[in-house]
């Protein structure tokens, strides 16, 4: 079993939201990369672009299960990536950090697009976990 350790080093900024600056790990015998998930269900229907709420659950769900399917958990993710294309949904995307990942947050990068593959989605979701 991997060891994670999840750091904020106190003589840089703290982070702005639920995420650590440095996750180190020691043991993993696996890595797994999540491509991108986005609001698309088993059929690949998108949900529609208007509720962030509704497509960050599908996506974040959608993550869990891709996580599984490598043998890892929301708590073996070593970092995340989450792109949004409007800056108004910076503060709901920062939340996803704090009720999915709770107190062992990842490291993360959190980017404002212009648009993703398909104009429906409002955010995706990518993960590298530790097992």
């Known amino acids: 079993m991997a060891t994670i350790t999840r750091t904020s080093p106190k003589d840089i900024h703290a982070p702005f939201s639920n995420y650590s600056h440095t996750v180190s790990v020691e ?3 696996r890595l ?6 986005v609001a698309a269900d088993p059929s690949g229907q998108v949900l529609p672009p ?11 769900s959608n993550l869990e299960k891709a ?3 490598g043998g890892a958990g929301f708590a073996d993710v ?5 792109y949004v294309c409007n800056p108004h ?6 939340a996803i950090l704090r009720d999915w990942f709770g107190p062992n947050p990842p490291a993360s990068t959190l980017c404002v ?3 993703l593959a398909n ?3 409002l955010l995706e979701v990518e993960a590298i976990a530790a097992v």
Request: glycine share 8%; with cysteine; proline share 5%.
């Open 89 to 94: 949904d910076v503060p709901k995307a920062r």
């Open 50 to 60: 208007d509720d962030f709420t509704a497509q960050s659950k599908l996506v974040m």
């Open 32 to 37: 797994v990369f999540c491509a991108g998930q």
């Open 119 to 121: 104009p429906n989605f």
């Open 27 to 29: 043991g993993a015998t």
């Open 67 to 69: 996580l599984a399917a």
């Open 113 to 115: 697009l212009r648009g």
């Open 78 to 82: 070593t970092k995340v990536t989450i």
